[in-house]
C-alpha cells in the first residue's frame, strides 16, 4: 500500500488548511483503521484521528476534538483531515497510516497501522 499525503503548508493561528492522503497499490482494502498522526520538533509521534474505513466511524485525540476533523473518500481511497482554528501548538509533521486487519468494537482507532506515509509538513505561525 502506498500513501501519498499532502496539503501542509504555512498558516497563521486561527487559519484553516486540509491534508489529504491518497492510498493506492493491490495490497489495500476496505478493512482496517486508517489515520492521522503527528509530530512536533523533540516529541513522539502522537494518535490525532482515525476512521474506520468500512463503517466510517471516527475518533479524535482530546487536544484537537472541535477542530481537526478526519474523513475518508471510499471511491477515491483517499483519507483526509480537515484542520480549522488551527494552534502554534498543531505545528508538526503528519503523517497518514493504514492498517489492513479488521478492527474490532473496542480496538483503539489508531490499532494496526501497518503502513505510513511521508509526512507533510503544517507550521502555524501565531
Known amino acids: 500500500v502506498q500513501l501519498q499525503a499532502c496539503g501542509g503548508g504555512l498558516v497563521q493561528a486561527g487559519g484553516s488548511l486540509r491534508l489529504s492522503c491518497a492510498a493506492s497499490?493491490?495490497?489495500?482494502?476496505?478493512?482496517?483503521?486508517m489515520g492521522w498522526f503527528r509530530q512536533s520538533s523533540g516529541k513522539e509521534y502522537e494518535f490525532v484521528a482515525g476512521?474506520?474505513?468500512?463503517?466510517?466511524?471516527?475518533a479524535c485525540a482530546d487536544s484537537v476534538k472541535g477542530r481537526l476533523t478526519i474523513s475518508r473518500d471510499n471511491a477515491k481511497n483517499t483519507l483526509y483531515l480537515q484542520m480549522n482554528s488551527l494552534k502554534s501548538g498543531d505545528t508538526a509533521v503528519y503523517y497518514c497510516?493504514?492498517?489492513?486487519?479488521?478492527?474490532?468494537?473496542?480496538?483503539?482507532?489508531?490499532?494496526?497501522?501497518?503502513?505510513w506515509g511521508k509526512g507533510t509538513l503544517v507550521t502555524v505561525s501565531s
Open positions: 476512521i474506520r474505513w468500512s463503517g466510517g466511524s471516527t
Open positions: 497510516a493504514k492498517g489492513l486487519r479488521v478492527a474490532g468494537r473496542s480496538a483503539p482507532y489508531y490499532y494496526g497501522m501497518d503502513y
Open positions: 497499490g493491490p495490497a489495500f482494502n476496505r478493512y482496517g483503521n
